[in-house]
C-alpha cells in the first residue's frame, strides 16, 4: 500500500518512521472516503488533529505504536465529519433556557406549556419560545393569537419566534411600545384584526425586532453555556463543522471564549449580522464607516472559528405565504410576497460589503427574490469582481434554470435545505401549488447545471429538524414524513448527498483542503454510522444514527449502545 502523505508517498513500514506512530488508529470499517474518486477505504490512522494514513486495515494495522489505541470498527461505516451549511448553532443552547414548542401538535397543547412555564417563572419575568412552526406542526394549521396568550401568562411578557415572524402577548407589545396606531417598522409588518383593527400579536420581519431588542441579554457566561450546549447537540447528529447564521457580535465573543478555553467540539464559520437582525439597521453611511474600520474580512480566523461572510435577507417564507414570486401566488396573482428590503438600499448594502473585502449571503426563497439577489450581485462585480469569492444564494427555495445559469457565470453558490419538505411541503402546496412544491430545492437541476463545486446543503435548524439523514432521505427520495412524494424528478444519488454535506459543503468556508473528505494531511473529523448509508432501505436512510463522532482526532461524541 501507498500513502499519500504531503507530496511524498511513503510506505506504511516506514511511514511511523517519518511521522511518528498514529495516536489512534480505526479498524474494520467502511470507510467512505468522499475523495475526489470516492473511494472507499477499511481504516485510518490519527496523529495529532489530523489524519495520518487511509487504507486497508492490514497496512494501517503495521502502523501501530506502543501507545497507540486501538478501535475496532467491526464493519460499522464512517463518513467525514458531516458540514451543515446553514444552521441557527446557537439556537440549540437554548433548549434549556426557553419553553420548548417544537413537538407540540395542538393549540390546547401549547398554550397548556406557556401556562406551565408561566406558574414557574418570577412573576413579570419574561417567556420565551424556542423555535417552532405552528402553522406547519399544530392540527389547527394556525399561530396562537395575542388573546390566547393574555390567558396563558396574564402576569409575564411573551414572545414566540417562529423563523420571520414572532408572536406576542399584550404585555410584551406593551413593553416594547407597541399600539394599534403604531407603524410598521422598515422591513417589518404588525399584523392587526382585519374585522376589529387591534392588535393580533403577530409581527412579521422588522416588527418582530421591536419586541426582541428589548428582551434581557443573556450574560456573557450564559451564552458560553449555550454555545458549548449547542455544540454538543450537533455533534450527536455526526456534524462536526456548521455554518452560523446570522451571528451577532455578543454570539461571536462567546464563540471567542468557548475557543480560547479549547472546549471547541464544532467547527464554526460565521455568517456575521454586525446589528443582531437580519438585515442591518444602520444607514448606509454607517454601514460604509462600520466595514471600513472594522479591520477584517471575510474568512478571518481558523480552523475552529472564522468568518464565512456578512448575511443579509431579501424576501420571507415559503411556509410563511412571503416568498417574493415572480408569477404572484396562486391564489392572488397580484400578491407577489414580501420584498423586506428597498432595492436600492439593498445593492448599496452589498456593493458595500463587496468593497472592504466581505462576501455576502443572502436569504432569498422566491424567484422574484433571487433576481435581486443576482442584480445586487452583478452591481458588486460591476465594482469590484466577485468571481472566485463565491458569494451565496442562502436558501434558493424556487430558484429557476435560468438562475442558476446567471449564478454559475458570476460565481455564485447556493446552499438549500431540502429538510424543508420533511414536515413542511404539504403547508408549501397550500400556499404556491403543487407545480411550486415540486420544483422547491430541486438539487438534480442545480447540481446538473452548476455542479457539485458550487451546491450544498444545510437544515436551517432550528427552522427544520437538524438530523442530516433525514436531510438526505428527503434529497434521495423527495419523500415528506408521510411518505408523499414531491418532485420525484429532483431526486439525487446516495453519492451526491452525502458529498452535499461533506466535500461539497467544505467549499463554503473555503475549507476543501482541511475537511470535508477523509484523505492524509486533513483534518480528522469522522463520524461512524449506525448503518451503511450506501446499501440500506430508502426508508432506513431517515433512521440512521451517529454511534461516534471525532473532531481533530478526539472523540466528542459516542451514543451509548
Known amino acids: 500500500m501507498n500513502i499519500e502523505v504531503g507530496s511524498v508517498a511513503k510506505?506504511?513500514?516506514?511511514?511511523?518512521?517519518?511521522?511518528?506512530?498514529?495516536?489512534?488508529?480505526?479498524?474494520?470499517?467502511?470507510?467512505?472516503t468522499a475523495d475526489k474518486d470516492f473511494s472507499i477505504a477499511e481504516a485510518v490512522a490519527i496523529r495529532g488533529d489530523r489524519f495520518l494514513a487511509v487504507g486497508k486495515s492490514s497496512d494501517i494495522e503495521r502502523l501501530v505504536g506502543p501507545d497507540t489505541t486501538i478501535v475496532d470498527l467491526k464493519g460499522s461505516t464512517v463518513l467525514p465529519g458531516l458540514i451543515d451549511t446553514h444552521a441557527h448553532v446557537e439556537r440549540a443552547g437554548l433548549l434549556k433556557f426557553v419553553v420548548s414548542l417544537n413537538d407540540v401538535a395542538t393549540v390546547a397543547q401549547a398554550l397548556e406549556r406557556i401556562a406551565d412555564q408561566a406558574k414557574r417563572a418570577p412573576k413579570g419575568s419574561w417567556i420565551r419560545g424556542g423555535m417552532w412552526h405552528p402553522v406547519a406542526q399544530l392540527a389547527e394549521k394556525r399561530v396562537l393569537t395575542r388573546q390566547e396568550l393574555d390567558r396563558a401568562a396574564p402576569d409575564h411578557p411573551v414572545y414566540l419566534p417562529i423563523g420571520h415572524f414572532g408572536l406576542a402577548n399584550s404585555l410584551a407589545l406593551k413593553l416594547a411600545g407597541i399600539t394599534k396606531d403604531s407603524h410598521d417598522p422598515d422591513g417589518g409588518i404588525i399584523h392587526r384584526d382585519p374585522a376589529t383593527g387591534e392588535l393580533n400579536g403577530t409581527l412579521e420581519e422588522g416588527a418582530g425586532d421591536i419586541v426582541a431588542n428589548i428582551l434581557p441579554e443573556w450574560t456573557p457566561e450564559e451564552r458560553v453555556v449555550q454555545v458549548r450546549a449547542a455544540m454538543d447537540y450537533f455533534n450527536s447528529f455526526g456534524i462536526t463543522s456548521a455554518i452560523s447564521a446570522a451571528v451577532d457580535p455578543a454570539t461571536i465573543r462567546a464563540h471567542q471564549q468557548v475557543r480560547r478555553r479549547g472546549d471547541a467540539s464544532l467547527r464554526i464559520s460565521a455568517m456575521y449580522a454586525p446589528t443582531g437582525g437580519l438585515n442591518p439597521t444602520m444607514t448606509n453611511d454607517e454601514w460604509e464607516k462600520f466595514f471600513s474600520r472594522i479591520g477584517a474580512a471575510s474568512d478571518f480566523g481558523d480552523e475552529w472559528l472564522s468568518f464565512s461572510g456578512v448575511k443579509l435577507q431579501i424576501d420571507g417564507g415559503m411556509t410563511l405565504r412571503t416568498a417574493a414570486m415572480r408569477d404572484g401566488y396562486p391564489d392572488d396573482r397580484n400578491y407577489h410576497g414580501t420584498i423586506v428590503i428597498e432595492p436600492d438600499r439593498f445593492n448599496a448594502l452589498v456593493a458595500t460589503a463587496n468593497r472592504y473585502g466581505w462576501r455576502v449571503g443572502v436569504h432569498a426563497v422566491g424567484d422574484a427574490a433571487i433576481d435581486r439577489v443576482l442584480d445586487a450581485y452583478a452591481l458588486a462585480d460591476a465594482e469590484k469582481s466577485i468571481k472566485d469569492r463565491r458569494f451565496i444564494v442562502i436558501h434558493g427555495s424556487l430558484i429557476r434554470r435560468d438562475q442558476m445559469e446567471r449564478a454559475l457565470r458570476l460565481g455564485v453558490r447556493v446552499d438549500a435545505q431540502s429538510s424543508f419538505l420533511w414536515d413542511k411541503a404539504a403547508v408549501v402546496k397550500r400556499y404556491l401549488g403543487q407545480e411550486n412544491v415540486d420544483s422547491a430545492f430541486p438539487m438534480r437541476t442545480l447540481i446538473d447545471v452548476m455542479g457539485l463545486d458550487s451546491v450544498a446543503e444545510g437544515t436551517d435548524y432550528p427552522i427544520n429538524v437538524l438530523n442530516p439523514f433525514v436531510n438526505i432521505y428527503v434529497m434521495v427520495t423527495r419523500r415528506d414524513k408521510n411518505g408523499d412524494i414531491y418532485g420525484a424528478s429532483e431526486a439525487v444519488t446516495r453519492e451526491e448527498?452525502?458529498?452535499?454535506?461533506?466535500?461539497?459543503?467544505?467549499?463554503?468556508?473555503?475549507?476543501e483542503s482541511l475537511t470535508g473528505s477523509i484523505e492524509p494531511g486533513?483534518?480528522?473529523?469522522?463520524?461512524?454510522?449506525?448503518?451503511?448509508?450506501?446499501?440500506?432501505?430508502?426508508?432506513?436512510?431517515?433512521?440512521?444514527?451517529?454511534?461516534?463522532?471525532?473532531v481533530g482526532g478526539k472523540t466528542v461524541f459516542q451514543s451509548a449502545d
Request: aromatic letters at 8%; zero cysteines; hydrophobic letters at 50%.
Open 11 to 32: 510506505s506504511a513500514a516506514n511511514i511511523a518512521t517519518v511521522l511518528g506512530f498514529p495516536d489512534t488508529v480505526y479498524l474494520n470499517a467502511k470507510v467512505i
Open 497 to 511: 448527498a452525502i458529498r452535499l454535506y461533506t466535500s461539497a459543503a467544505s467549499r463554503y468556508s473555503f475549507s
Open 522 to 550: 486533513k483534518l480528522a473529523d469522522m463520524v461512524v454510522l449506525s448503518d451503511d448509508i450506501l446499501t440500506v432501505g430508502d426508508e432506513a436512510l431517515k433512521s440512521i444514527t451517529a454511534k461516534r463522532t471525532v
